[in-house]
């Protein structure tokens, strides 16, 4: 947006958006990041999100093949497609891999694949439509890499010194990638434990320049009660528990993470699902009132309604949302064979996911799409399907353990693809919001996106399979070829399983729902997250922000509140350096001047998010093409933990001086005077907030 509220491309002008060349584009990259995003998440258990290397390749693309009147528009169109098949491959790799951790399927499922992609995907991305005005215009969250995508594709428009600003970014935080990603010379996460009075004690970064920005981006007061919620579960809970009931044998690290892991991280699934209700309970008024509108506008309204506030019709959202609950019904019963738990869990599926996805797109407007818990709302639905289920097909049909366990993982898979993908389309939106895009248009390329992730995903699942294994589970059950031959005994079918994928939700979401089963899933841990949520609730606190802080490890919080305090000071110092004084509330022209500074190192953070998000993608590239680039030298010697913070830390000064720059120059300031000022003026208004009155 413009610093007068407006977008990018006004909206009484209409320069192309979905032309011919959109589609061809937007569909060979949405394919191409499927594939990617789907091995990556399989074989480490994360993704990448696309938006921000799609609007960089597309423009790229768009402008390397000499297209005449390419617009901005069309660049946002291009990634939106793109970006839709990789929250797409998300939502899918970590649900339905777990049928084979199960044993339930021997093989990948196209038909079952596709169509659990497109009912998760499509429902995910009509909820959204409807949550568009509510979480993007009222609610005004910043979802930080809406915010970055924007910043490139304007850089890419206007050229100049934002464009040059916004390349030199990319290329060192493509270096960093590059080196700490690729070639493995550093450490990307450093953390230790250590014995403390009794228990233990824990320090630990993700050393990411994308969550860096993400934490400047969305500011401090977000970044600070994501990471009290990290320090509540980390430096806190975690401690406690090993405290009262022993901790693990071995490595302390590793057992303080385990009991993270298998313990207080339910404490936060708890804490989201109370806080979920909680935002969607304190929006009500606004989301009535905006379906309400939307409802009752009739075409007249329409063609008064601005160009950039035009929906797809409302009507015509809540028809595809009936239909798709029909599908479900039909796909349901077909799976089962049991009609009444089929009308149950097709009626669950439709509160459900509108449910998750609110929340999916409230928690992506805060830490971003990449950060997103969607392993977490995915267990928060596997525990109320999993409720649903034992009722219907348990104690009234009778079903046996595995249908039950089928229908448990069937329903919440549909769920968790359609929270992976509303994280994403909210993302998009707020993008076009900012740049000027047409709502509708917008919408039906993420539609576009959705379908090509969903014909894609099978396949690759397929081939991905029968080529490694997908998890060391379903491997040792039946292991691939081992030169050639069937593996025999214990040795060569761990021999064969050495490249399996490791899948971990899968195996997670699998061992869950094997536990919920058995009798040994961790409700305690579940009920305790409930409690805080209401003692967060109870002080006033924004519950969702504290409670993803709590299922978030801790060392993902670290870079995300220095880059929140790196945005702190620079602001601070601006208003210092305009007013004079840091006493009162800052004058408008103060306020004006530190959002142009604080601006500039948007774009620079952008430029970070997308030299590292870019190369996640090349290395995908590299993994499933080739080899590892750590694999090309067998003389590269990875960093201990202490060079390799160093390493980050030099990065992370070079990301503090281009965000300073702008900074004015006032005669009689310098930096470390005024950062001492800020800091003592801190000091004193927090002593001032906790003295009793």
Same mark, same amino acid.
Request: contains cysteine.
């Given at each position: ?7 990018? *491309?006004?909206?009484?002008?209409? @320069? ?12 060979? %990259? ?17 993704? /990448? ?21 390419? !617009? ?14 990789? !929250? ?59 915010? &970055?995508? =924007? ?8 050229? #100049? ?10 290329? *060192? ?11 493995? *010379? ?97 929006? =009500? ?6 379906? !309400? ?18 929906? *797809? ?50 928690? &992506? #407007? ?9 392993? #977490? ?51 998009? %939106? ?28 099978? @396949? ?16 040792? =059950? ?35 729902? $094997? ?41 993902? !919080?670290?870079?995300?509140? /220095? ?7 620079? $602001? ?40 590292e998000s870019l190369m996640g993608v090349l290395i995908a590239f590299f993994i499933v093409t080739f080899q590892h680039p750590k694999d090309w030298f067998d003389s590269i010697n990875q960093l201990g933990q202490t060079l390799s913070l160093l390493f980050y830390g030099c990065f992370v000064a070079i990301f503090a001086f281009l965000a300073t720059r702008s900074i004015p120059r006032v005669e ?23 003295? @009793? =009155?």
């Amino acid at each position: 947006m413009s610093e007068s509220g407006e977008p990018y *491309i006004p909206a009484d002008q209409e @320069p192309a958006e979905l032309t011919p060349r959109v589609f061809v584009i937007g569909i060979v %990259l949405g394919a191409l990041m499927t594939a990617a995003n789907a091995y990556l998440g399989l074989k480490v258990g994360m993704t /990448v999100s696309a938006s921000i290397p799609a609007a960089v390749m597309s423009m790229l693309i768009l402008r390397g093949l000499k297209f005449k009147d390419v !617009s901005i528009l069309e660049n946002n169109s291009v990634q939106t497609m793109a970006s839709a098949g990789e !929250s797409l491959a998300a939502g899918v790799i970590f649900t339905v891999p777990a049928l084979l951790v199960m044993n339930i399927w021997s093989e990948i499922q196209l038909l079952e694949t596709f169509i659990i992609a497109t009912l998760g995907g499509v429902l995910g991305t009509m909820f959204t439509i409807a949550l568009r005005r509510v979480f993007i215009v009222e609610e005004a969250l910043p979802y930080p890499e809406g915010v &970055a995508c =924007r910043e490139v594709l304007v850089a890419g428009e206007k050229g #100049g010194s934002g464009l040059v600003a916004i390349i030199y970014a990319l290329i *060192i935080g493509a270096l960093y990638g590059w080196f700490v990603k690729g070639f493995h *010379i550093t450490k990307e996460l450093v953390q230790g434990a250590w014995s403390f009075f009794g228990t233990r004690v824990y320090a630990g970064s993700e050393l990411s320049l994308a969550l860096l920005s993400v934490g400047y981006i969305v500011g401090l007061r977000i970044a600070s009660f994501i990471f009290l919620g990290g320090v509540l579960g980390f430096l806190v809970l975690v401690p406690l528990y090993g405290m009262m009931f022993g901790w693990p044998a071995g490595d302390m690290t590793a057992g303080f993470m385990t009991l993270w892991n298998e313990q207080i991280r339910y404490v936060g699934v708890g804490a989201m699902v109370v806080g979920g209700i909680y935002t969607l309970w304190s929006m =009500r008024k606004t989301i009535v009132s905006g379906f !309400s509108k939307a409802l009752n506008f009739d075409d007249e309204d329409s063609a008064d309604l601005l160009r950039t506030e035009q929906d *797809i019709d409302m009507r015509k959202v809540l028809v595809v949302c009936g239909c798709i609950t029909l599908l479900t019904f039909l796909f349901y019963w077909w799976v089962t064979g049991e009609i009444l738990l089929a009308f149950v869990g097709a009626a669950f599926l439709a509160v459900a996911a509108f449910f998750f996805s609110a929340v999916a797109g409230y928690i &992506a #407007g805060v830490v971003g799409s990449s950060n997103s818990p969607v392993s #977490g709302m995915t267990i928060a639905t596997l525990m109320f399907t999993a409720g649903l289920v034992w009722v219907v097909g348990d104690l009234v049909l009778g079903m046996t353990t595995e249908s039950l366990m089928t229908a448990t993982l069937i329903i919440a898979a549909v769920v968790a693809v359609n929270a992976a993908i509303a994280g994403d389309v909210m993302q998009d %939106l707020k993008t076009g919001h900012m740049v000027g895009a047409t709502p509708w248009r917008q919408q039906v390329a993420e539609i576009v996106g959705v379908m090509v992730g969903a014909i894609t995903i099978g @396949p690759v699942l397929m081939l991905l399979h029968n080529a490694f294994r997908i998890s060391k589970t379903a491997c040792l =059950r039946d292991p691939p070829l081992l030169n050639g031959e069937v593996p025999v005994g214990a040795e060569q079918i761990s021999a064969a399983c050495e490249s399996a994928l490791f899948a971990p939700q899968a195996e997670l979401i699998g061992a869950i729902i $094997s536990g919920i089963f058995g009798g040994d899933f961790n409700l305690p841990m579940v009920l305790i997250g409930v409690v805080i949520a209401f003692i967060i609730i109870w002080k006033k606190m924004p519950v969702m922000s504290v409670a993803i802080g709590i299922y978030l490890p801790l060392f993902l !919080s670290v870079p995300i509140i /220095v880059g929140g305090l790196i945005h702190f000071f620079v $602001s601070r110092i601006t208003h210092y350096r305009i007013d004079g004084t840091l006493e009162g509330e800052a004058s408008s022209r103060a306020e004006k001047t530190a959002k142009k500074v604080t601006d500039k190192g948007v774009l620079i953070g952008a430029g970070f998010i997308a030299g590292e998000s870019l190369m996640g993608v090349l290395i995908a590239f590299f993994i499933v093409t080739f080899q590892h680039p750590k694999d090309w030298f067998d003389s590269i010697n990875q960093l201990g933990q202490t060079l390799s913070l160093l390493f980050y830390g030099c990065f992370v000064a070079i990301f503090a001086f281009l965000a300073t720059r702008s900074i004015p120059r006032v005669e009689g300031h310098s930096f470390l005077t005024d950062c001492f000022s800020v800091i003592t003026d801190a000091g004193r208004r927090f002593i001032d907030s906790v003295r @009793p =009155r």
